[in-house]
């Protein structure tokens, strides 16, 4: 059960000078159809990632609850999906007639493509069953801090977790469900926009495309995408 309503909810969490280990925490994955009650019923949509995102990130003993931090997506501000596009640069000089041909590459390969715009959210995220749906499936559920205008399922979402809200409770009513995770919006927000954690926002690997390689790019600074 959650600690009683007398008790006040901290402002931020996390220690100010920014995330201490096990943060971050590493999480990417395709945004799928979850349960469908966050917009309908919480008024709180979510996207959610597949939980073999948490095995893909090498976190799948990572416990449920509620955390924060950044998310970049192939996703417009406005809830366009962007997708790669073909490169169009060709040679300036045709290859000689009695020169050997090779097989042009294939128009989908990666060197054929330029990586699509990713653009980045702060972002409020659940991990673990929701004990008040009585759900049997562990789920991801992320919340961006971002008010979208459409669905963007099938977008690649990679996520940088920073920190830890609180623990998975179960609820009386589903009034206190919503207060609670109101509650967790504004911990993550004022949380996220301390220097400490606010710079994580420049990390390359909110960016990186799916299929490019590990370790490209990476670090605590960088210009952020969004």
Do not use: C
């Not at 924060?68 to 501000?77: C, I, K, M």
């Not at 054929?112 to 409020?124: G, S, W």
């Not at 606010?198 to 790019?217: N, Q, T």
């Amino acid at each position: 059960m959650p600690p009683s309503t007398s008790t006040p909810r901290p402002l931020t969490t996390g220690p100010p000078s920014g995330p201490e280990p096990p943060f971050p925490l590493k999480l990417n994955g395709k945004v799928v159809k979850g349960f469908g009650r966050g917009s309908s019923e919480l008024g709180i949509p979510t996207a959610n990632i597949p939980i073999a995102g948490l095995t893909v990130g090498g976190h799948a003993d990572l416990a449920s609850g509620v955390y924060y931090g950044f998310a970049g997506l192939n996703v417009t501000p406005d809830g366009e999906i962007t997708a790669p596009t073909p490169n169009t640069t060709s040679s300036q000089n045709p290859p000689s007639p009695s020169a050997p041909t090779t097989p042009s590459p294939s128009p989908t390969s990666p060197s054929q493509t330029t990586p699509p715009k990713i653009h980045t959210y702060p972002t409020v995220l659940s991990i673990g069953y929701n004990p008040f749906y009585k759900n049997t499936v562990r789920s991801v559920e992320v919340h961006l801090l971002h008010a979208f205008p459409r669905d963007f399922y099938g977008a690649h979402m990679n996520l940088l977790v920073l920190g830890f809200v609180r623990p998975e409770y179960d609820y009386v009513s589903k009034e206190a469900l919503i207060a609670d995770i109101r509650a967790d919006v504004e911990v993550a927000r004022r949380s996220l926009a301390r220097a400490g954690y606010a710079r994580w926002e420049g990390d390359g690997y909110l960016r990186r495309w799916e299929g490019e390689g590990e370790g490209e790019g990476e670090g605590e600074g960088g210009d952020v995408g969004s």
